[in-house]
């Protein structure tokens, strides 16, 4: 006769797979965190609250033999579903959505379609436990909610018509998070779509949108768009300044952005009145900001070199007074010159202003003049990653191929404002021929730019 009933193995296997189970999920939850698994937290839900309420259930039900409709076993039957059901929902995300692929359609759903989904599952699991553990019949309870459901849509049936269509909208998937959208009042990144809006990050602020006033009206989706995104800027000129200059300096300062999209060029067209306008191809969007506010800035600059006027105002910054002193305090010592070397000069040189991050030379390109700084930092660049970089400072000066008409092997930035004297090249040449030594201090000069810069 067998003296130990079934209460004994159950208690044995609570005995030894308790502990067991812990270590192995212990240990299995270390691993995880220390990967950074989106799993660390489901497992360590089984582990926490899980296992010890199966442990629990299982003695009092199986071991003591407590009736199942003991109000302490119904409770912990309860707490047992509930942590199920978190730990199904979380395994749900983790699994279909946490770890989605970017770019996947897991990982394009949109919110509102989780939380749908979430509060079915929440509904279902919540009417199982009542109907099994507690015996209420259910039924009854969904022929109410049915009831209720119909007479609360009949009142709102315009506030639930728009969510509809809201629905159907995002259901189509028109957009997805980070796409460009631009609607009647509003032109921005989608950052969020919630049950009841689609929120766009724009200049200004947050703009909130209802997902109503989407699907009834129409929205262009910028990043949907196809190839480059093109942003247009418009400038003014006086109406004295030369066309063609004023749009040949336009596309050049345009060619230089660094968020310009390569292997389109951009264009600029004269409008009239002094007006012009300029399109640019940017790879994205998010890129519109930031070229738009560099393209101006540089143009600042730009434009005063040139001797254009940009909003039809007039540049006095290279006075004789402040040319004769950068020529004596800078460009004399650097090329030896004598007073009358600089009064002869003088009138060819001017003193010019670059703005931070701008290209004073660039690589492949034959200088046409020579530059001397005055105030400011440029940072030197070579393609070469063998060559470090280097910074060139007050006294400094660049150019120095124009004269051998060699192009130039290394970048030039600006890494603040600079102000700088330029020289074009053929009065540069009248000075230096008639000085053999400065001639071979070039040559020198431009034989160790070639290896380090100087």
Excluded at 8 to 24: K, Q, R, S
Excluded at 388 to 397: I, K, N, S, V, Y
Excluded at 405 to 430: K, N
């Amino acid at each position: 006769m067998n003296i130990l009933g079934p209460w004994f193995y159950w208690a044995v296997g609570v005995a030894a797979g308790f502990p067991v189970g812990l270590i192995l999920l212990t240990e299995w939850h270390v691993a995880l965190t220390r990967r950074g698994s989106y799993l660390a937290r489901p497992v360590a839900l089984v582990r926490n609250y899980l296992l010890p309420l199966g442990a629990l259930l299982v003695l009092l039900a199986q071991v003591a033999a407590v009736p199942a409709q003991d109000p302490t076993v119904r409770v912990l039957y309860t707490l047992f579903g509930f942590v199920l059901l978190v730990l199904l929902l979380s395994g749900l995300n983790v699994t279909f959505f946490q770890s989605a692929p970017k770019g996947s359609w897991r990982g394009r759903i949109p919110t509102i379609f989780v939380d749908v989904a979430r509060f079915l599952l929440i509904g279902v699991g919540l009417a199982l436990i009542l109907s099994y553990v507690w015996g209420a019949k259910i039924g009854g309870l969904f022929t109410a909610l049915g009831v209720t459901s119909v007479v609360i849509g009949l009142m709102l049936q315009n506030s639930v018509g728009q969510i509809v269509s809201g629905l159907f909208m995002l259901f189509e998937q028109p957009f997805r998070i980070g796409d460009w959208l631009a609607t009647p009042t509003a032109r921005g990144r989608v950052v969020e779509v919630n049950w009841r809006a689609v929120h766009i990050s724009t200049a200004g602020g947050l703009q909130v949108t209802p997902n109503s006033v989407l699907a009834g009206t129409s929205f262009t989706n910028v990043s949907r768009s196809g190839g480059a995104h093109r942003v247009s800027i418009t400038t003014t000129f006086a109406v004295s300044d030369p066309p063609d200059r004023v749009c040949a300096l336009l596309s050049r300062v345009a060619t230089s952005l660094p968020m310009r999209t390569t292997g389109e060029g951009p264009g600029s067209v004269a409008l009239g009145g002094g007006e012009y306008r300029t399109a640019i191809a940017l790879d994205s969007p998010d890129d519109e900001g930031p070229a738009q506010a560099t393209f101006l800035r540089w143009l600042w600059y730009a434009a005063r070199r040139e001797g254009l006027h940009l909003d039809d105002s007039d540049d006095v910054f290279s006075t004789p007074e402040r040319v004769a002193e950068a020529l004596r305090t800078v460009v004399a010592p650097a090329l030896r010159l004598t007073d009358a070397d600089q009064q002869a000069v003088a009138p060819y040189a001017a003193v010019v202003r670059y703005g931070a991050d701008e290209v004073l030379e660039r690589t492949g390109q034959v200088p046409t003049a020579m530059i001397f700084l005055t105030e400011g930092s440029v940072r030197l660049t070579t393609e070469d990653p063998a060559v470090p970089d280097a910074t060139l400072r007050h006294g400094a000066f660049l150019g120095v191929t124009t004269l051998t008409r060699q192009a130039s092997q290394f970048d030039a930035q600006a890494l603040e404002e600079v102000t700088a004297v330029v020289i074009d090249r053929e009065h540069i040449e009248d000075l230096v021929m008639a000085k053999p030594l400065l001639l071979q201090e070039l040559g020198r000069i431009i034989d160790q730019r070639r290896a380090v810069p100087a």
